[in-house]
Each structure stands twice: as C-alpha cells, then as structure tokens.
C-alpha cells in the first residue's frame, strides 16, 4: 500500500501530467491492450503490428501528457488514439474474426470493458 500512496503522490506532483493516477493507469491499460492484442492498426495507410503502434501511441501520449492535454483516457482516445495529427486520417484496427473499425471506437469500447472489469460486472 505504501508503494502505491507514493507512485500517487509523485504522479501528482509530476510538472506536466494533468492525468490522475487513475487516469494515467487507464490510458496505459489501453496501450497495454493494443501492445499484446492480435490486432492490426492502420496509421497513414500503412498497417502496423499491435506493439509497434502501442509504441507509437505512447509517444503521442506522452507528448499529451507534457502539455497537461491528456488528463482523461477519453481525451486521450480523442487526441492520440483516434487519427494522425500530421495528416488528419483516422487510425483503424482490424482485429483477427472482427470486422475492420475506426480506433477510436475500438478504444471506446476498450476502455468501457476495462471499467466493466473493475467494476466487477
């Protein structure tokens, strides 16, 4: 308990993270599930594994997170997760038996299951 009240703490006092740490924890599960999904994510055009994009993901957030513009896993689904900020086309996922979807959807539904889950529902 005493590591977690300290991560917390350190969090808060962090220049630069707007995010709680309930919110930063959020965001990365959403990264963490994209890293180790079967899924395929599609940015410019180009398809990418699940990892190679988590990793792209998290610099996007990370560079959100400087400027204080992530604070909610749903801004950061809308400001990182959703489509490219240098050409403006949106990210798609396509996941092995589902259909091909947008990746902001794909994270919305993704972040509605992770709190289902803690939820205990």
Known sequence: MRAEALALLLALAAPGTGATASADGDIRALIDVLATSPCRFQRNGSWYDGARAAAHLQ??????????QAGTPEQFIARAASRSS????????????????EAGA????????????RAGT
Request: charged letters at 35%; glycine letters at 6%.
């Open 59 to 68: 610099r996007k957030y990370d560079y959100l997170r400087k400027r204080d």
């Open 106 to 117: 794909w994270f919305d539904d993704q972040l509605q299951a992770l709190r289902r889950h």
């Open 86 to 101: 240098v050409s403006g086309q949106p990210y798609r996922v396509a996941c092995p038996g589902q259909p091909e979807r």
